[in-house]
Nanobody, 116 residues
């Protein structure tokens, strides 16, 4: 499954951005989808996850500020980010996991820069 992200950019602290990820093939075999982020020299960390049925989970640092959503018919997963902070600056990656195997797919990443 090929994932393509969009929506990154430069925003001032306190601002909002919406990241979008579209799967170019059917996601009928996909279970959880999510967004991760990575800064230079650090590991890629989970930001938010959404199950096929809509169950969501967030890392504590983004709770109340970020919202993940998913449209199974359109093969998309979005991340609405509000009240952005400089520490949210990172490359954000979309991820999709197969339901019945260990296969996992990644997008190419989109850079989010939050200026203070």
């Amino acid at each position: 499954v090929q994932l393509v992200e969009s929506g990154g950019g430069l925003v001032q602290a306190g601002g909002s951005l919406r990241l979008s990820c579209v799967a170019l093939q059917s996601t009928s075999g996909i279970g959880a989808m999510g967004w991760y982020r990575q800064t230079p020299g650090k590991q890629r960390d989970l930001v938010a996850l959404i199950g096929r049925g809509g169950f969501t989970t967030y890392v504590d640092s983004v709770k109340g500020r970020f919202t993940i959503s998913r449209d199974n018919a359109r093969n998309t997963v979005d991340l609405q980010m509000s009240s952005l902070k400089p520490e949210d600056t990172a490359v954000y990656y979309c991820n999709a996991r197969e339901m019945y195997s260990s296969a996992s797919y990644w997008g190419q990443g989109t850079l989010v820069t939050v200026s203070s």
